[in-house]
């Protein structure tokens, strides 16, 4: 790490709080997260209907959270700070509510908001009570006021989260490659929502490219490409960097046997181990590929 490196990392810290990232994510999660998870799964269609029923569904709409809140013995409900749920052994968590809607042949016929159960807050986000307090108000609330908050009260336990290092979503990052037969390899971690999927592109030092994911394990990159459409050497051609074409040549000429979609897709349900009659190969292996290669290209 360079002097210029080390300053600008000191200088950071020293201007920006490292819980402040925590608490920011918190508060995106909350604000924007939340809605894309419901998003993806907006609409349920139950299996079952009355006969006289063409078509129910149930369509999950806006997702909402309150601010910190607990029920007494007697059912009334109030707000409550974290101090009271450190003393009094409490969760301190807030409501969650959705609002859901019924439509029955296309038309909606009932819309209402109903709670689906609660979430612990992050102290000091937007959603906690302490938010935006003074010292001495958060004094008053029993807290102390230099606290720089960014953990959650379970149980009336203090609990942080353990961060991770981890690759940034969809960003393609080429390494050199430290194994034997391989000598760069390409990783993303696509990412859509709720989703996050791993891919790793190898090239080996004989020159041959392999992609890896979820259930497939270095499948030959030219098999993929056409697998998914593109089957032609010259059509492939036209979208590869000619200063490395020695290289694609070589992947090219392995698999000139390989001449149609189905070929390819053939290819991938034997390198994977499904072994069914071809009809119902083809098919799981087209449905693998939809399901988790597409997060190779958002």
Do not use: W
């Amino acid at each position: 790490m360079t002097d210029y490196s080390k300053l600008l990392i000191k200088k950071y810290f020293e201007e920006q709080s490292m819980i402040a990232a925590d608490i920011k994510s918190f508060n995106n999660f909350i604000d924007i997260e939340l809605q894309k998870i419901i998003e993806e799964n907006r609409v349920i269609e139950p299996t079952i209907i009355p006969s006289n029923v063409e078509e129910y569904k149930i369509i999950l709409d806006k997702i909402s959270i309150t601010k910190p809140e607990m029920t007494e013995a007697d059912g009334a409900k109030r707000y409550i700070f974290p101090n009271e749920a450190r003393l009094r052994k409490l969760s301190y968590s807030a409501p969650i509510f959705i609002e859901i809607s019924s439509h029955i042949n296309g038309v909606q016929r009932e819309s209402f908001r109903t709670q689906i159960g609660s979430i612990p807050i992050m102290l000091k986000s937007k959603y906690c009570h302490l938010y935006g307090l003074s010292k001495e108000e958060l004094i008053e609330k029993g807290e102390d006021p230099d606290d720089p908050g960014g953990y959650f009260i379970i149980n009336g336990t203090e609990k942080a989260l353990v961060k991770i290092e981890d690759l940034a979503a969809n960003k393609f990052i080429v390494n050199n490659s430290s194994s034997g037969v391989t000598k760069y390899e390409g990783k993303i971690f696509s990412e859509r929502g709720s989703y996050k999927i791993p891919h790793m592109i190898e090239k080996l030092k004989d020159g041959m490219i392999y992609l890896s994911f979820t259930r497939v394990k270095r499948i030959p990159i030219i098999v993929i490409i056409k697998a998914l459409g593109l089957v032609k050497d010259e059509e492939i051609m036209k979208y590869i960097d000619l200063q490395e074409s020695s290289d694609v040549f070589i992947n090219l000429y392995e698999f000139v046997d390989i001449k149609t979609e189905d070929d390819a897709v053939d290819y991938i349900a034997k390198k994977i181990g499904i072994m069914q009659t071809k009809e119902i190969r083809m098919d799981r292996t087209r449905e693998i590929l939809d399901k988790y290669l597409f997060f190779c290209y958002i």
